[in-house]
């Protein structure tokens, strides 16, 4: 069973850094497109960045030269480096894979079915 767990969420200071983890199952990097979502409260959920097996991001607008999604094979861990957090980035940050047809693994994209927990972040001004 495909097993995925964050952590690293806290509370930050705008213009400050976060790095999020997500460890995952073993060899999920060769087959699984991954990625990281996001959920405020009262708000619909959206895909933040995503990271296909051959390496290529994509990433939403909003985080575009702030947010970097890398993952590491060798510790089944995916990333996502947060710099110039602003309060509107405060949210419940999920890791998601799943099997993507090629071209589809896309931030917010519609294969992903295997979910996390969430990890809260809160970004103060």
């Known amino acids: 069973q495909v097993q995925l767990v964050e952590s690293g969420g806290g509370p930050v200071q705008a213009g400050g850094s976060l790095t999020l983890s997500c460890a995952f199952s073993g060899y999920m990097h060769t087959v699984y497109c991954l990625g990281w979502f996001r959920q405020a409260p009262g708000k619909e959920r959206e895909g933040v960045a995503a990271?296909?097996?051959?390496?290529?991001?994509d990433y939403t607008n909003d985080v575009k030269g702030r947010f970097t999604i890398s993952r590491d094979a060798a510790k089944n861990t995916l990333y996502l480096q947060m710099n110039s957090l602003k309060p509107e980035d405060t949210a419940e940050y999920i890791c998601?894979?799943?099997?993507?047809?090629?071209?589809?693994?896309?931030?917010?994209?519609?294969?992903?079915?295997?979910w996390g927990q969430g990890a809260q972040v809160t970004v103060s001004s």
């Open positions: 990271i296909d097996t051959d390496g290529t991001t």
């Open positions: 998601a894979a799943g099997v993507c047809p090629r071209y589809d693994c896309k931030a917010g994209s519609w294969c992903y079915t295997n």
